[in-house]
């Protein structure tokens, strides 16, 4: 939440801030600022996109060779002009941008009012901005001093970059909470908040830690502690190509991501599932797999999509590895002081990484004595560095805000991994392990046939555009694809989308079944097939609309349904990854046809990482 991105070098700075802004844009797109150093400094903010900054400066002068600028999801104070960052301090000594929330702003706010400190917004950030100006005219220190003095005082998270008017050689960045990454070209350095706005200007890139602070000068990086102790800076290669961060003829992110499924899902199985040798092996985690094999309990903590993935994980684990399994919301897991014993494996499921809550979860999991794995699609995330080991799901930047691509991947990433556990504590036939291995293999393939029917889709999508709510009902493996399916129809279209177990359906839900809602069941082939079937019977009796999503071939629920979304055969097992995809289309379709922004949905942002 939040995209920061800075510049310090020969080059302009104004160009390389507003690309990198479009980069980071879908982590918050409520207003957007630069602040540029050149022959003065200056500094433009506006509500709305980086398009609309961009335009509100045209006639200024945006020239300078350092600078930053922000991209905000509003967390204190509404999005306006105002409350956009940059935020400047009351005498104009130090101009702060910053992703994160400061917890404890209001009693320092206070104490910054007494002391005759003024306030134009209602942000945490102007706080910060203040906070050092304060430390820095008491006297006696530096720009850099200023700053950690500052921090030291704060409580919560943030990820700033800070000019300071008297020392405008520099930029002055710190962490702790929420992610930034150093670039490193020639004579010049780049910060942000992830890598895409910095891949197209260098490979060579040092993730900041928890309470470190980077002195970024033209041709010298510092590194340091807040506590003023030196760092050797560990310089990393990143392996991003520019064509994973564009929309290569799609017309949105999304789309692309969900088109992208039969590679991703590939690679997150290449080099892992051998169809040949009928083998499953995670290098990640060999390090830990006497640890797994011998847990007593899986606990899988996630937010979002990424907890939907993590349901599935629940029936994969269970059937296969024959472990008991909790799925957790990191959110209340680490809020609730969960019993935790020692010979627990916690798996944390996040597509960016930083979420903050599963961050926190992680930790809360790790002072308890348990071990935790991650599985992770942003390589050098907080979360793959504070695990002990992990998986990386390598679904390739997910830029669009409403997941897709990522969820197939998590859930394929988990199929595995149950499977290898499985095979380990010998809970499951030979025939059975090799036959999933086989039918794992092909599913890409699979994911294929089923785009290929994206007109059918749209074509259904054209003719619920308008309904103001839906159902999405689905058992065992089916259940959490309908709790996924909802919540992408309501993130992208804002129509309001609930998804139950089936069984569940007369338990309540059933009140709200008349013509004009549309049931979407997911009914592939499984072992409940018979029961769910007749739950579509109960919703046609009552004159409800279904749309189900069906093993192809199928020509019972042909005959009851009102459309019928086809999905190739496969384990049950396996189908939770093809279901999905009718649902991400049937989403995206209905979204372009009511007109919403659908790669940056309003008040959503990518990487939750304020709590
Ligand atoms: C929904 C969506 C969110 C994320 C959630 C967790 O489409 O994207 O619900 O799944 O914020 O994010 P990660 O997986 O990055 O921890």
Redesign the pocket.
Known sequence: MCGIVGYIGDKQAFPILIKGLKRLEYRGYDSAGIAIIGEETNTFKIKGKVSDLENFVVNEDTSGNIGMGHTRWATHGEPNNDNAHPHTSTHGKFIVIHNGIIENYSTLKESLLEKGYSFKSETDTEVLANLIEYFYLKGGVTAEEAVRFALQKVSGAYALVVLSHDEDDKLIAARKGSPLVIGIGDHEYYVASDATPIVEHTKSVIYLNDFDIAILKKNELSLKTIKNIKITPKIQKIDLEISSIEKGGFDHFMLKEIFEQPETVLNTIRGRVSAETKTIQHGGILSVLPQIVNAKRLIII??????HAGLVGEYLFEEFARVPVEVEYASEFRYRNPVLYKDDVVIA???????AD?LAGIRLAQDAGALVIGICNVVGSSIARETTAGIYTYAGPEIG???TK?FTSQVTALTSLSLMIAKEKNTIEQSLYENLISELVEIPSKIELILQQNEKFRAIAAMYKDAENFLYLGRGFFFPVALEGA??LK?ISYIHAEGYPAAEMKHGPIALIDKKMPVVVIAAKDKSYDKIVSNIQEVKARKGIVIAVVTQGDTVIRKMADHVLEIPKSHEALAAILAVIPLQLLSYHIAVMRDCNIDQPRNLA???TVE
């Open positions: 996630a937010c979002g999509t990424s907890w499921i996040s597509q960016s990484g930083e979420t599963t805000v409403a997941s990522a919540l992408k993130e990518k990487s939750v």
